[in-house]
């Protein structure tokens, strides 16, 4: 009987895996199983590579490594080859750069059905190259250019010595229960699309989330801890919902030498990669965020790598913020394409209330706690407010519409907490200051 029931919940496991594999387009991979033990102290690069190579010869199939030691250089992945990397199973990279190849650990390159599995961990031991981004970055740990079907579940990478995980021109890639600890970046798409991220708990050195000219992306149910930026984003369609984000950055930004987190989301399309698309259509729901400086960037104007394409719409509920700096800083396009909703939401100012007059190098023109420039339209209702310095909380400036409904301010050293100039259309109802209603003064 017990035989029975342990048959049935193994068919269930597979059953589970392929359905989740099938959403992304994926097949379990068929053919041999090749099991790899570790050798000691020996590089383990050549045996790897045979294995993948000859699984891939016989159509596909699974490398297994076993729990110990393994040391590599890069590795080349192959179609329809899965690498298993069993609980204990320990990859750590040359500290050599000479020992790597196409700026990689592991590589891959117009490929498909590729898949990472199991929980054991790669260690990139953050090797350095004298010749690299900032004159020490070293190879990205998962690199694959023009792949698909892509699956990347289990695994903790560390001490990544450039990005974490760099894709691009992919498509259909599923990353679950991925943890990253240290490095740089962790997830970074440029040109990716019909990705999805799910239970993973990125810290990072740089960016968690970051790329651009991305669509259709979904991320859920993740943790979200950098000393840079939790999203720096450029994406068409994207849903982030149930992720925690929090700062101080447990991972100090290795160029920078600071732990401070920016920001939660920062627009993200730099001009030198010559983007195409624009961003939009943003879904962020049920999230919190906790002692972080700003909780959302987007500066048209002269943003540091923000200007190449605009942002046109975003829709935030159900957000609560605390310990931040700066909710809101927004300075869109002179065509005023970008537009805003936000409800049911709270923000409170960190308790010192240090004062930021810049954000990655650029001025910011105003100190208020939310401001908003060049915008089609804005929505605020059910949110709460809550600041600590003289002065206006909320400013917007030279829009076509904004709706402001059931919002409360608080902040003892404001006799008024809201300025609204240039803007076409506008219906403010329901507002507070310290639970006293106020009339709106236009």
């Not at 190879?139 to 450039?162: D, F, R, Y």
């Not at 962020?284 to 906790?290: D, G, Q, R, S, Y």
């Amino acid at each position: 009987m017990k035989e029975t029931a342990i048959f049935f919940l193994l068919v269930i496991q597979v059953f589970l895996i392929e359905t989740s594999l099938n959403a992304i387009g994926m097949s379990l991979p068929e053919g041999k199983e090749i099991i790899i033990k570790p050798s000691g102290t020996e590089f383990s690069t050549k045996v790897i590579q045979k294995a993948i190579d000859d699984c891939a010869a016989s159509g596909g199939g699974i490398v297994r490594l076993t729990t110990g030691v393994y040391y590599s250089g890069t590795i080349n992945f192959r179609d329809n080859i899965t690498l298993q990397l069993d609980e204990g199973a320990y990859i750590t990279g040359s500290k050599e750069y000479s020992d790597y190849s196409n700026d990689a650990f592991f590589y891959g390159r117009d490929l498909k059905n590729i898949r990472i599995t199991g929980k054991g961990t790669i260690d990139g031991v953050d090797c350095r190259n004298n010749k690299g981004e900032e004159g020490f970055r070293g190879p990205h740990c998962i690199k694959l250019v023009s792949c698909s079907q892509i699956s990347i579940e289990g695994i903790t990478i560390k001490n990544s010595a450039n990005w974490a995980i760099n894709c691009r021109y992919c498509s259909y890639g599923i990353v679950t229960n991925v943890t990253i600890l240290g490095g740089h970046d962790g997830l970074h798409t440029r040109f990716c699309n019909n990705f999805k991220a799910k239970g993973c708990d990125f810290r990072t050195g740089d960016d968690s989330f970051a790329g651009n000219d991305n669509h259709d992306f979904e991320i859920s149910d993740c943790l979200i801890n950098t000393s840079c930026n939790g999203f720096r984003m450029g994406c068409m369609n994207l849903l982030v919902e149930r992720c925690r984000f929090w700062g101080p950055g447990e991972y100090r930004h290795i160029s920078q030498n600071r732990t401070n987190m920016l920001s939660a989301f920062v627009h993200f399309s730099p001009k030198d990669e010559n983007p195409k698309l624009v961003s939009g259509n943003w879904t962020i729901k049920e999230i919190t965020v906790e002692n972080v400086d700003n909780f959302f960037v987007y500066n048209f104007k002269d943003g540091l790598w923000q200007t190449g394409q605009p942002f046109s719409s975003v829709t935030f509920d159900n957000i609560k913020a605390t310990g931040i700096l700066k909710a809101f800083y927004i300075k869109g396009d002179s065509s005023r394409q970008f537009s805003m909703s936000l409800t049911n939401s709270e923000f409170s100012v960190h308790d010192s209330n240090k004062k930021k007059t810049s954000f990655e190098g650029a001025g910011l023109i105003s100190s208020e706690f939310f401001y908003i420039q060049d915008f089609n339209s804005v929505e605020l209702k059910n949110v709460d407010l809550s600041e600590n310095s003289p002065g206006k909380i909320l400013k917007a400036d030279s829009g076509n519409l904004i709706l402001i409904e059931n919002v409360s301010f608080k902040n003892d050293k404001s006799l008024y907490p809201l300025q609204l100039a240039g803007i076409k259309d506008q219906k403010v109802q329901n507002i507070l200051l310290n639970n006293n209603k106020l009339k709106y003064k236009p």
